[in-house]
């Protein structure tokens, strides 16, 4: 199996961090909400044995850089077509899962010329009803809420919930745990 690396670069001025490895073929690995590209570390090796692996950490996402304004999917395509240039890539698969999956679609709409394939794992976006924390989510206001609830103080607070509910067998599912963690 291939070795990762994590790696930067600055893209407008702001850093963009990724998982990259492999060679072959791009593959352009693209989280969900409020994750990262440590999402894709289970199946990274595997798949950088037969292609080049880029996972980045979406804008506002993992240890990308966070700047105010815009992260409409469209602006968050843009992002990933500006990091394939940097990388050196004309094309890539893009492989998306829950966000991420709305991103590589509009990836796959705004620049068809840089997608070679579209692949779609538990798409946001899709479907006739969209969650209704993601519809909350796209409310005016909604930034400044989420800025009081995504803070350490609401972040220990809920550890210690959980952490208190483990006697009783309650858990939290594995993809709750690494929304919770980012």
């Known amino acids: 199996m291939q070795r990762l690396e994590f790696r930067r670069a600055s893209i407008h001025g702001h850093d963009v961090a990724f998982r990259t490895g492999g060679s072959g073929p791009a593959l352009l690995l693209v989280h969900g909400m409020a994750s990262s590209s440590f999402t894709w570390r289970h199946v990274m090796p595997a798949l950088?044995?037969?292609?080049?692996v880029v996972a980045p950490d979406l804008p506002g996402h993992g240890a990308s850089a966070k700047p105010r304004g815009d992260y409409s999917l469209g602006n968050l395509a843009d992002s990933l077509r500006d990091l394939l240039i940097v990388l050196g890539h004309d094309r890539a698969t893009l492989i998306g899962r829950s966000l991420g999956g709305g991103v590589a679609m509009q990836f796959a709409y705004q620049f068809p010329e840089h997608c070679e394939r579209l692949v779609l794992v538990?798409?946001?976006g899709l479907g006739e009803d969209v969650n209704p924390l993601l519809r909350a989510l796209s409310l005016p206001g909604a930034e400044y809420?989420?800025?009081l609830g995504c803070n350490r103080w609401a972040?220990?607070?809920?550890?210690?919930?959980v952490?208190?509910?483990?006697?009783?067998?309650?858990?939290?599912?594995?993809q709750f745990a690494d929304i919770w963690d980012s």
Do not use: C, E, I, K
């Open 122 to 124: 538990s798409s946001g």
């Open 163 to 174: 952490r208190s509910l483990r006697p009783l067998g309650l858990r939290p599912g594995p």
């Open 145 to 147: 809420l989420l800025a």
């Open 155 to 161: 972040h220990d607070a809920g550890t210690t919930v």
């Open 48 to 52: 950088a044995d037969h292609f080049t």
